[in-house]
């Protein structure tokens, strides 16, 4: 048994292939020993295994012995051999394939470098170390200028800390058209930023509004204001008391407002889902 590859069972399955699989590539090779065409693609994994040196850990799974997680991977041929990333498959081929199909194969799973860098932040972001990982997708885009992943996760980031001119550069260079969520509900909180720094200052308006609270244009102004520094619920108020107010215009204006905070405090589950029952009994 080889440092890089290994028999897996059943038991083994989630530490071994699932959790290393967010640190490093993890190939699972469904075989059985019946199997000839297992017999072939064996040695070929095995040789690359080593060769690639650890960019890949190879995990050989007999399907005769282990049938539960072949069962649960859908295994229905073999040899089955499935590419794991972070705990998920991502590539995977059926059948004894040439040794220079097996590294198109291999070398389509294993991050880049700027991949890497990016996986990288991923995991200094789930341990809350923000600054880490901003550090390594600015790197990440310097290694691949052309990587929308690293993009999109470093404008998250920057928006999540305010930081909406350094995240609007960041997105600068990718068409909106080929914007995923996440970067389009950054792109909706720059645009808010931007609307707001017009504005005046929050205790301006909140003085203002002790003056003239009738004034719906200046709540929903106000409202702009919180919700560009992230106070998304007094950003909700103040919509909700202009869509209780009027009838007309300003109600709709109000409403498609509150609509789109929805969208971008999509994580506040209990607040978005407060006011979304707040906004519909008031429509209805």
């Not at 069962?71 to 051999?81: L, M």
């Not at 790197?139 to 993009?151: D, I, M, N, T, Y």
């Not at 909406?164 to 600068?172: C, S």
């Not at 308006?205 to 106070?231: C, F, Q, T, Y």
Request: hydrophobic share 45%.
């Amino acid at each position: 048994m080889s440092e890089f590859f290994k028999d897996v069972t059943t038991a083994e399955f989630d530490a071994e292939v699932l959790e290393t699989s967010g640190t490093v590539p993890v190939v699972v090779d469904f075989w059985a020993p019946w199997c000839a065409p297992c017999k072939v693609l064996k040695p070929i994994l095995e040789k690359l295994a080593a060769e690639y040196g650890g960019r890949f850990v190879l995990a050989k799974v007999n399907t005769d012995e282990n049938p539960e997680i072949a069962a649960k991977f859908g295994v229905r041929g073999i040899p089955s051999v499935k590419g794991f990333r972070s705990g998920e498959v991502v590539a995977e081929f059926t059948g004894a394939l040439p040794e220079s199909a097996v590294r198109a194969f291999l070398d389509e799973l294993i991050p880049s470098a700027g991949e890497k860098l990016r996986l990288e932040a991923k995991s200094a972001t789930g341990s809350g170390d923000f600054e880490t990982a901003e550090s390594k997708l600015q790197e990440a885009l310097k290694v691949e200028p052309g990587s929308r992943a690293a993009r999109f996760d470093l404008a998250e980031l920057l928006v999540a800390r305010q930081a909406y001119a350094e995240a609007e550069l960041v997105l600068q260079p990718v068409p909106e058209i080929d914007y995923d969520e996440r970067a389009r509900q950054c792109a909706i909180r720059i645009k808010r930023w931007k609307s707001a720094a017009e504005l005046p200052a929050i205790g301006n308006l909140k003085a203002a509004m002790e003056k003239n609270p009738a004034d719906l244009d200046l709540r929903i102004k106000l409202s702009e204001r919180h919700v560009a520094e992230g106070d998304m619920e007094a950003g909700l108020e103040q919509l909700m008391a202009v869509v209780r107010a009027d009838r007309g215009p300003w109600r709709e204006k109000a409403r498609k407002a509150m609509v789109e905070i929805f969208s971008i405090a999509a994580e506040q589950t209990e607040l978005v889902s407060r006011y979304r029952r707040m906004l519909a009994s008031e429509l209805h």
